[in-house]
Structure formats: C-alpha cells, structure tokens
C-alpha cells in the first residue's frame, strides 16, 4: 500500500520555511518526515509542526537531531529505510534542505574574538552547504530518492551579494548552488531534480539574528513595491506546485521567490 503514499523528508521542519512547507506538503497529501533541531525553549516549536501534519490526517515521524552528525544522518536514514521495509515500500518525494545554523560574525574585527575563524567558518559551510551533498549521496545510496523525487535546498541573494555580518552564511549560499548543480548533473541520469529556492528577506528566527535586521526589513518594506517581504508560505506554495510529477525538466538551477525583490 505504501509507494503509494506521498512522503516528504524536510530538514529544518520546525521553524521558518521548513515548518510553512512541511504543513503546505501535508495539506498536499505528504506524510513527513521532519528534522530539527530543538533545545527545550524551542522545542514546543517542532511538537506543534507535528500536530498540526498529524491534525491534518498524515504520517509524521520527526526527528530532534544535528543534520550534520554523520551518526545522526545513518540513524535517521536507516529508520525511514526501515519504515518503508515495514509498509511495502516507497520513496522520499519531496526532500527540503532549510538548515539555519550559521556564524554571523564579520571577517574583520577589532578584537579576533570578535572575527570569525576556522572552526565557524567550516561548522557554517558544513552544516548550510555539504551536509546538502551528504544527505543526497545517503538517501540515493539507499534507494530513497528514485525517478521523479525532488531536492530542494534554500539559498538567497547573499549567495552573490554582500549584506555586513553575513560573511560565512555568503559563502555557504554560494557553495550550496555549486553543490546543486553539480547534484543535478549526476543526478540526472536517474530522473532525480536538485534546485534552489532563493527566498526574498523573510521574517524568521534565523533573519532575527542577522546584525541590523530591523534595518533590513524596513529597507525591503521600503523598495518592495508590493510593500511587503517574503512570506515562509510563499516558498511553501511553490514547493507544492513543483512537487507535480509532471514537471521534471526543471534541474540544477536557482527558482527566485522573492516577489522580484533581487532585481531592486
Ligand atoms: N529568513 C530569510 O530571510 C531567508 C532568506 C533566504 C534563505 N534563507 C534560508 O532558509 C533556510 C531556513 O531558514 P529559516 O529562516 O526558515 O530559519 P529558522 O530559524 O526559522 O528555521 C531553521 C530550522 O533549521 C533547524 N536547524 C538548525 N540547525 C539545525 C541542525 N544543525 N540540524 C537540524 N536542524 C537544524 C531548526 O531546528 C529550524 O527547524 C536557511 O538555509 C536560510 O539561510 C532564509
């Protein structure tokens, strides 16, 4: 009965994006699998996401862990390879990378203390850039991503603009669309789409901690001449609209849902 069951596997599925898109998936027929990662403050967060998928009739199997402890990511990766075992099979459709866990402090400071370094550097490219890669390899390896399934990951205009403080989160966007090129072209031969979302500035915990956030909000309220900044829902709906089978040409590129807002 299973591979008829539509899943999706969302990385980050307790706040922002990934919350928006696992509840917009279940309203779509998804069963989720979530990832996150959640002390007890935030915690309620993620048990809420899970309700609201379970109140809407679906499967939700969620997981508090780091996604970029290779332990964590065999762990994980065995338990849904052996949920579809126990239910006759089946497949991860949609996957989403929406992983917010970057170092926000600039190259240059005054006081090193105050700079980046090595270690923040590298724990931000490994957990908002390469852990993309080796989720990808994993699920494929296990035969969890086939013909049809689709991968997303979150980028934004940082990847190729400069926006002060956001240095290390910059060069992790950059390398997450290197990465999903690179995915999509080996990927290719087994029907398997890799993309981007770039979403426009949106008010999330993670926008929250980026230095003068307030001052960038207004300034894209200000410019947009819609008035208004991106909505995790914006990026939800579309990532319903792509999950359509049909559309399977679309590979290896950056979708902007910003509501214009790059070319301002
Ligand atoms: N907010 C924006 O303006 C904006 C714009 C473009 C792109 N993005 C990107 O979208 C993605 C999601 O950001 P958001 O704004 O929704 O953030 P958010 O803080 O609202 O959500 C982040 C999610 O990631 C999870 N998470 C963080 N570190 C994790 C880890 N190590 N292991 C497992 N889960 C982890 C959290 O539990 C949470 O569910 C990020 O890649 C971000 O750079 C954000």
Redesign the pocket.
């Known amino acids: 009965m299973s591979h008829h069951e539509k899943w999706a596997l969302i990385?980050?599925?307790?706040?922002?994006?990934?919350?928006?898109c696992t509840r917009a998936l279940a309203d779509a027929g998804f069963n989720i699998f979530?990832?996150?990662?959640?002390l007890k403050s935030?915690l309620p967060?993620?048990l809420q996401?899970k309700a609201d998928v379970e109140k809407k009739g679906r499967k939700a199997l969620f997981f508090?862990?780091?996604?970029?402890?290779d332990k964590?990511r065999a762990e994980i990766i065995a338990a849904l390879d052996d949920y579809f075992k126990q239910n006759g099979g089946g497949t991860v459709q949609v996957m989403l990378?929406?992983?917010?866990?970057?170092n926000l402090k600039p190259f240059i400071a005054p006081d090193p203390n105050g700079a980046v370094d090595r270690k923040a550097m590298e724990m931000t490219l490994d957990?908002?850039a390469n852990?993309l890669v080796y989720w990808t390899q994993d699920l494929v390896r296990a035969n969890l991503l086939g013909r049809g399934s689709k991968v997303w990951?979150?980028?934004?205009?940082?990847s190729h603009r400069v926006i002060v403080g956001y240095g290390p989160?910059s060069a992790?966007?950059a390398a997450?669309e290197s990465h999903t090129r690179q995915l999509a072209l080996e990927l290719a031969p087994k029907g398997i789409c890799v993309n981007c979302?770039?979403?426009?500035?949106?008010?999330?915990?993670?926008?929250r901690?980026?230095p003068n956030a307030e001052r960038i909000k207004e300034h894209i309220m200000t410019l947009h001449p819609d008035g208004r900044?991106?909505a995790?829902e914006d990026?939800a709906r579309t990532i319903v609209a792509f999950a359509d089978s049909k559309l399977d040409w679309i590979t290896g590129t950056v979708v902007r849902v910003?509501g214009g807002e790059d070319n301002i």
């Not at 979530?34 to 959640?38: L, N, P, Q, Y």
């Not at 508090?64 to 402890?69: E, F, P, S, T």
């Not at 990951?153 to 940082?158: D, N």
Request: hydrophobic share 45%; glycine share 12%.
């Open positions: 990385l980050g599925a307790s706040s922002g994006f990934g919350a928006a979530g990832v996150h990662f959640d935030t967060r993620a996401v508090n862990k780091n996604v970029a402890d964590n990378h929406s992983v917010a866990f970057g957990v908002m852990s990951s979150m980028t934004s205009s940082g989160v992790a966007k997450l979302f770039q979403a426009g500035v949106t008010d999330t915990p993670a926008f901690m980026i900044m991106t995790p990026i910003d």
